[in-house]
């Protein structure tokens, strides 16, 4: 029996302004009656925009997720966002480790930890990011480095602290370019991911974890790539950026749930 809520989360990114992401979320936040009853819907919207729509979400049941945060509780960490300062924000989500901190801002492994322990402690709910690059992938390499990056962002996770923990799944090529990996792709790399999930804990855990997947996810392919058994959802990035695109993608998957 399946007992893992599907997730979807839109992560904004650096996109729109004040006005857009606040009509977006009414938008996504009136659309979404039904499927929040069955899964997790999250928006993560850039953090000055992240109180505006956390009050335009209201009582929706579409949760407000932040894009990053610091592995520092405060101090003098110039232009850096803490965990407390989020949830006095109302987020309960956040990602870490989404492949453009690690490939575009150069974010390493350790920091990645680090940032993961930083959200769970603060009590966030947290997505883990992972995914290799073409040329990783090119190499034959694609599974070790999902492995390493679940290793060691892992190392420090209690199995206790999992009911507040997704991974996703978010190969480096797929994302933003509009070729999504088919459907064998995301069910082989899922599979390897719950493989090493089982290894660093125990085979109940690697059945019971969350693990969605991210890059180009669109309405037109969501429903064979959340049909793999496996996947309980996914991280949509520019889709989530048009509302009717965002709702199409929460139905399929609440709908394969
Ligand atoms: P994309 O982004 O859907 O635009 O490929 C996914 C992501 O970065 O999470």
Known sequence: MRTRRPFVGGNWKMNGDLAGGVELAETVSAGSREAVMAIDMVVFPAFPYLQSVGRALGHSGVALGAQDLSAEANGAFTGE?????????????????????????????????????????????????????????????????????????????????????????????????????????????????????????????SETARVVYGGSLSPGNVTTIVAEPGVDGGLVGGASLRADDFLAIASAIARAA
């Open 81 to 205: 966002v803490s965990a407390e300062m989020l949830l006095d924000l109302g987020v309960q989500w956040v990602l870490v480790g989404h492949s453009e901190r690690r490939h575009v801002i150069g974010e390493r492994e350790e920091l990645v930890a680090d940032k993961l322990r930083m959200a769970l402690d603060s009590g966030l709910r947290a997505v883990l990011c992972v995914g290799e690059t073409r040329a990783e992938r090119l190499a034959g390499d694609a599974h070790e480095v999902v492995a390493r990056q679940l290793r060691s962002a892992l190392s420090s996770v209690d199995r206790e602290e999992w009911d507040r923990l997704v991974i996703a799944y978010e190969p480096v090529w797929a994302i933003g370019t509009g070729v999504s990996a088919t459907p064998a792709d995301a069910r082989e790399a899922h599979r390897e991911i719950r493989s090493t999930l089982a290894s660093l804990y125990d085979a109940e855990l």
